[in-house]
């Protein structure tokens, strides 16, 4: 339900111009009219999945994010992957991309700030304010 993007689907829903989750995956008729609310969160926990796994901005370790957690987990198909998390102390960024086995990922924590990263590999790092970049190898059958 994640990549197709024929209904039941998050994609059609953006193809057909939602910026939303819709309470109905057809949510808007042929004629623009809306079927139901399009500001339904009952699917929208696909969002914090992504988020959080997907993307692997996780709970903070100290309050207001003074430290996150960086830990995304590829696989599922997805190649590359980027979130943005709007924290008291500015913006936390992450984004990886998949090269075959080369595994990459940029993490951006504002001033402040740090992040314990934890790459697919199991390996962990630290990242200070600004922007830090990270790679790994993945194992086959892993990500």
Do not use: C
């Not at 990263?117 to 630290?126: F, K, N, W, Y």
Request: charge should be neutral; aromatic fraction near 10%; proline fraction near 9%.
């Amino acid at each position: 339900m994640l990549l197709q993007d024929t209904p039941p689907s998050w994609l059609a829903m953006i193809d057909r111009g939602a910026t939303t989750i819709w309470e109905h995956w057809d949510g808007v008729g042929a004629d623009g009219t809306p079927r139901a609310s399009l500001n339904h969160y009952s699917k929208g926990a696909v969002a914090a999945f992504l988020h959080q796994y997907v993307a692997g901005i996780r709970a903070p370790e100290e309050p207001a994010f003074r430290r996150v957690r960086v830990e995304p987990v590829p696989g599922g198909g997805i190649d590359w992957a980027e979130a943005v998390h709007e924290s008291p102390y500015g913006r936390i960024e992450s984004a990886w991309w998949r090269h075959g086995a080369r595994f990459e990922l940029r993490v951006r924590v504002p001033p402040g700030t740090a992040a314990t990263v934890v790459l697919p590999d199991g390996r962990r790092a630290e990242a200070g304010p600004g922007t830090s970049t990270f790679a790994a190898t993945l194992r086959p059958g892993k990500g």
